[in-house]
């Protein structure tokens, strides 16, 4: 699903990523952990091309969206992050968080569609009748659309537990419920993979474990995760590989009972031994 080749990232004169190869297929869970300032962030942050990659490839479904002239944000339709912040609109109730990028994306389709048919049908009238061009069928409203994006919402809010807070602020929930939703908004938009930059980084020891069952029933489900975290159980728990990321390289690739019991990389000896207590 996701092949990133050679992956590197500059701020000014400083090296954030060195030379990142890494092959994600579809289903995989993916922890990568490392120290501070190691570039995992950046590392995930690039794979959306929020950050901009200074040189290498990402290759998402067969396309290079590291390349300039692709349309990003069509691509990232398919590809959910979750922040560690949260990121939800404090000025929008939690189900108009989840609906607003379906709404958005699927109404903007609309409008083109019409903008399309609508040129099609003044160039047709120059067309002879075997050389008129089909108009794009349009099966659907703005209504419609809104309709069926609460319906998903409220389906994706009974399934975390949180259907009678459907209509409050965010601002009124705990950190714990802000991540779920924040994970369910992600979910809203049928994502092939999701990102997770440090999701429980932000929360409460006792928040921690309702947003980590929440990771561990979409694993079960087969989504694609690539998760940021310094959640070492969570880590030899659910993933199927965990990378160790130190100098903006990847020192070390293997699945979790050989990486936390067989460790061969010196630098993430030293990193285990300070974090598995």
């Known amino acids: 699903m996701i092949d990133v080749i050679n992956l590197q ?3 000014g004169d400083t090296n954030v990523l060195n030379g990142i190869n890494v092959t994600i297929e579809k289903g995989d869970i993916v922890v990568v952990i490392g120290p501070s300032g190691s570039g ?3 590392f995930l942050r690039c794979l959306n091309c ?3 990659p200074t040189g290498g490839q990402i290759i998402f479904n067969g ?3 590291a390349d300039m002239k692709v349309d990003i944000n069509v691509h990232r339709r398919h590809m959910g992050m979750v922040f560690q912040h949260f990121n939800l609109y404090n000025n929008k109730t939690v189900i108009q968080n989840i609906m607003l990028a379906p709404v958005h994306l699927q109404c903007q389709d ?3 569609a019409k903008r399309k048919n609508a040129w099609m049908k003044f160039t047709n009238i120059f067309r002879s009748a075997t050389k008129k061009k089909e108009l794009i069928p349009i099966t659907t409203d703005k209504a419609t659309i809104k309709k069926e994006a609460r319906e998903q919402a409220e389906s994706l809010l009974k399934r975390i537990g949180l259907l009678d807070k459907a209509d409050v602020y965010p601002s009124t929930l705990s950190g714990g419920q802000k991540q779920r939703v924040a994970i369910v908004r992600s979910l809203a938009m049928n994502p092939d993979v999701i990102l997770f930059d440090e999701p429980t980084s932000a929360l409460d020891p ?3 474990g309702e947003v980590l ?6 694993a079960k489900e087969g989504m694609t995760m690539i998760i940021v975290t310094h959640e070492m159980g969570f880590a030899k728990e659910v ?3 965990v990378l160790f990321i130190d100098e903006g390289q990847i020192l070390e690739s293997a699945p979790p009972a050989e990486f936390f019991g067989n460790p061969k990389n010196p630098r993430l000896k030293e990193f285990l031994s300070k974090v598995l207590v």
Request: glycine share 0%.
């Open 9 to 11: 990232k500059k701020f």
């Open 40 to 42: 995992k962030s950046t």
């Open 50 to 52: 929020m950050e901009d």
């Open 63 to 65: 396309v290079d969206i």
């Open 110 to 112: 609309l409008r083109k």
């Open 206 to 208: 006792e928040m921690v």
């Open 213 to 218: 069952d929440l990771m561990k029933s979409l």
């Open 239 to 241: 993933a199927n590989r």
